[in-house]
């Protein structure tokens, strides 16, 4: 008996090796699943706010009819070498010029009567300059829609606005002038 279990587990291994090299083998896959961010595309680049039209801008053009129709009524005229008095006597409202704006003046010829506006780029530097300039004339600031606004008196009655909006800066006799000028410009 022994010889015929001898025998017997002599054939069981045998037939097990050969059923080994007829059976598939399958290599050893080892798979590392890792997790990856969504693709993000690069952070744009902020570009300067551009003037709707900068060829169109014009001391009538920036504001709407009914101021344009008021200040007829009033006997207003647009003045037209205000600007260039900035200039020439190096008032501070000269920057509006020398850095591509407009400022306007509408008023009764040889009276006091009269409001005037501006609006125009203005760097990081000049900006600090102009604020530095307004604080230490006294005028008061606060956060005004997407900008900051300085609010001081021009003469008794007479209040005058400057906003800093943007890489734009504006002046104006009130708000309301300001964002009317901001709308118009496409700058609001």
Same mark, same amino acid.
């Given at each position: ?49 551009? +003037?709707?039209?900068?060829?169109? !801008? ?60 501006? !609006? ?13 300039? !307004? ?7 606060? +956060? ?45």
């Amino acid at each position: 008996m022994r010889a015929c279990t001898a025998a017997a587990a002599t054939v069981a291994v045998a037939f097990a090796l050969t059923l080994g090299g007829c059976a598939p083998s399958f290599p050893d896959i080892s798979v590392t699943v890792t997790p990856t961010a969504p693709a993000q595309s690069p952070a744009p680049t902020p570009t300067p706010t551009q +003037i709707a039209d900068p060829a169109a !801008l014009a001391c009538d053009t920036v504001l709407d009819t009914s101021s344009l129709d008021a200040f007829a009524a009033h006997d207003y005229q647009l003045s037209d070498d205000f600007a260039q008095r900035a200039v020439d006597q190096g008032w501070p409202e000269a920057a509006f010029v020398t850095s591509g704006g407009l400022l306007c003046q509408w008023g009764v010829v040889r009276s006091d009567a009269s409001e005037y506006y501006g !609006l125009a780029p203005i760097t990081a530097e000049q900006r600090a300059t102009q604020i530095a300039r !307004l604080g230490a004339a006294g005028y008061s600031n606060e +956060i005004y829609g997407d900008g900051e606004l300085f609010t001081g008196a021009l003469t008794e009655g007479v209040t005058l606005h400057y906003l800093f909006a943007g890489d734009h800066w504006f002046v104006g006799f009130s708000t309301a002038r300001i964002d009317e000028i901001r709308r118009n410009a496409g700058l609001s």
